[in-house]
């Protein structure tokens, strides 16, 4: 199977979601962001750990000792490192072949840790953009890639609590909108 699709989607995503980091480096840290019980601050320390992971993982290997980056350590310029990070971490994805066989330290597949990646990538870079008086835009194929991924796995990251409950949007929503529904995020939700 080819993995060209996924692997585009990653690096445009990474791409986008970067441009929104340094805009935000400003921002005030206790905005309120569309996650449950995270300011800005504290949504900004989760995804630097997060994509110093999956930066990490697209090299290979997770950190055994910290696999998901929750001991991750945040900088001043947080901005600048969130940004480091997704720009390792699309560089990695953004090779077709790192998505074929496993990854150290993984329970899953190489393939499904990058899809894992690129949703918490979009989800999390709309949830800085919201929190920041940003909009995220997304090429079509990028946006019904992350749809389809987000699609995939929304029973079982409601299961896990990763996701909250579906909310209802309308038939003609875009597919970004579509995929923050299905992972329980309000596409209208503004501070």
Not at 52 to 75: E, H, I, N
Not at 90 to 107: F, K, L
Request: include cysteine; aromatic fraction near 6%; proline fraction near 5%.
């Amino acid at each position: 199977m080819s993995h060209q699709t996924t692997a585009h989607a990653f690096r445009s995503a990474c791409t986008t979601i970067s441009d929104v980091a340094r805009a935000a480096a400003d921002a005030d840290p206790a905005s309120p962001t569309p996650c449950r019980d995270f300011d800005l601050n504290t949504l900004a320390g989760h995804f630097i750990g997060t994509s110093q992971a999956f930066a990490q993982a697209g090299s290979g290997a997770l950190d055994a000792d910290d696999p998901w980056g929750s001991k991750a350590t945040v900088d001043d310029d947080w901005s600048a490192q969130l940004v480091d990070h997704l720009d390792r971490a699309g560089a990695a994805w953004g090779r077709p072949e790192v998505w074929d066989g496993e990854v150290e330290n993984s329970p899953m597949p190489a393939a499904a840790l990058g899809e894992m990646g690129l949703i918490e990538i979009v989800l999390h870079g709309w949830d800085l953009a919201k929190a920041t008086g940003q909009t995220v835009t997304l090429d079509d194929d990028v946006a019904a890639e992350v749809l389809r991924c987000v699609a995939a796995t929304a029973d079982q990251g409601r299961q896990f609590e990763a996701y909250g409950p579906e909310v209802k949007v309308p038939d003609d929503a875009s597919d970004l909108d579509r995929a923050l529904a299905l992972a329980g995020r309000d596409p209208a939700w503004s501070a």
